[in-house]
């Protein structure tokens, strides 16, 4: 977890929502590593003690907190419980999201035959669960401005205090067959710029990360095969990163480390950093 750099977070307290996955739980440990205090906060109590006590066996101090971040009653009560046990909040990661198949198209375009008959297991653009995408918009936008709400006011009234929101690189440029996903992160990145205007006078710092294609548990399947080589939509995506290859949850470290710290990145805010490999910068040509 060496980026050849490091930031002294030494009595900060930071909370990561979706702290139990690959991604956030790394983010996670990376704060401790750095000296915070870290609350991980997922839906699943199990997963966010096991990424505790893994922070908590390395040295570091670190505690597991269950809520959901569409429920505003948990999110309090998780504030009251982390303030109780590690102090008030300085640095929130909002790393919950994710989408859903119901949000989902099963196809990248939309041909005349298609509009003749429906198919059995065919989802087009006109078969869209209006419920499903919802869902997807609910838990990644209202998954981003609900905590923000419930773990930032003790920040801005101490002016001070960093927010980092986790948008995607379909935020940029909207991806094939996920209209829900690309549209709810969109509405990350826009938030985080709004929300960094409104915070300013605050002392409150927001930006978000925007990684591009990185292994997890929620897209492995869709881009490997049980024998570990490349689905065809994952080809499609190494074709289009001029690196030609994943990411790792560590190139996540380091634009992280930078954003949180108050010596580096004092004069930073509503910025969306793209980490996907020149992903956004290549045009297919």
Known sequence: MSKGFSVDLRGRVALVTGGGGVLCGHMAKALAKAGAAVAIADLRQERADDVAAEIVAAGGKAIGVACNVLDREQLESANVAVEEKLGPIDILINGAGGNHPKGTTSKEYLFPEDLESAVEGVTTFYDLDPDGVQFVFNLNFLGTLLPTQAFTKNMAKSGSGVVINISSMNAFTPLTKIPAYSGAKAAVSNFTQWLAVHMSKVGVRVNAIAPGFFLTD????????????????????????????????????????WLVSDEAASFVTGTVIPVDGGFSAFSGV
């Open 218 to 257: 929620q897209n492995r399947a869709l881009l490997t095969k049980d024998d570990g080589t490349l689905t065809a939509r994952g080809e499609t995506i190494l074709g289009q990163t001029p690196m030609g290859k994943f990411g790792s949850a560590e190139d996540l470290v380091g634009v992280l480390l």
